[in-house]
């Protein structure tokens, strides 16, 4: 496979990335509400990943081809969604660490605020806090359940393989979807570590970039469910 249909690969993939959506209102959501960005941007990826195993394996085909199986997908992925952005707006000051991070607004050395790595530190998570499994998990939702990730990777990826190179299509496929996964992680990590590092000390305006956060979900949420409704009627 050349080099230069790879780095072409990279320059249409990263202006995807680049649009904010979804996944990048789940990354400044977790960079304010929780105590690491890790466990949350990881599932994600974990999303992107099972995406790009999922169209290699030819099953993307049988996801986007057959109406049904992807309208309710779409329905699925749009209801999980509106959920994760209407929680944001019921609590846009409420931390999943539980010590309340952004009702504190103190000094950056305040137990429980965030350092410069990404991580809070101080105080640990009281009882019913999101655990890290858990964000995880809420993380590949978000990629994993949006139908947009396996519609757009089902599109770039083949055009962008060779069927006469020395690797299989399906390996292509893989490693063309590593080069998406890893501008993936650059951008949410930065997104997300960036909220985290600037907002945590500034409960309101953390609080405002939540709810927008939460907005944003919604909306696509809402965009997502009225086309596969219209589509059905």
């Not at 519609?151 to 055009?159: I, K, N």
Request: overall charge positive; aromatic content about 6%; charged content about 10%.
């Amino acid at each position: 496979m050349p080099l230069t249909s790879v780095a072409a690969f990279w320059a249409v993939s990263m202006l995807f990335v680049l649009t904010p959506g979804a996944d990048w209102a789940y990354a400044i959501s977790s960079g304010l509400r929780n105590r690491s960005v890790v466990p949350a941007i990881s599932g994600m990826l974990s999303g992107h990943l099972a995406a790009t195993i999922v169209v290699a394996a030819g099953l993307g085909l049988l996801l986007t081809g057959d109406p049904m199986i992807l309208g309710v997908l779409t329905v699925v992925g749009a209801l999980y969604i509106g959920w994760l952005g209407i929680g944001m707006l019921r609590e846009p000051g409420r931390s999943e660490l539980g010590g309340g991070v952004l009702d504190r607004g103190l000094d950056p050395g305040a137990p429980g605020m965030v350092g410069v790595a990404g991580t809070h530190t101080g105080a640990a998570p009281a009882a019913g806090s999101t655990s890290s499994g858990g964000q995880f998990a809420r993380g590949v939702g978000v990629s994993l359940l949006n139908p947009k990730v396996i519609l757009l990777l089902g599109a770039l990826l083949p055009p962008f393989a060779a069927p006469d190179a020395a690797l299989p299509m399906p390996a292509q496929m893989v490693v063309l979807g590593s080069v998406h996964l890893a501008g993936c992680a650059v951008v949410y990590f930065t997104v997300g570590l960036l909220a985290a590092r600037y907002l945590s000390g500034r409960p309101s305006a953390a609080a405002t970039v939540t709810r927008l956060s939460g907005v944003a979900l919604t909306v696509v949420a809402a965009v997502l469910l009225l086309r596969q409704l219209a589509g059905w009627t």
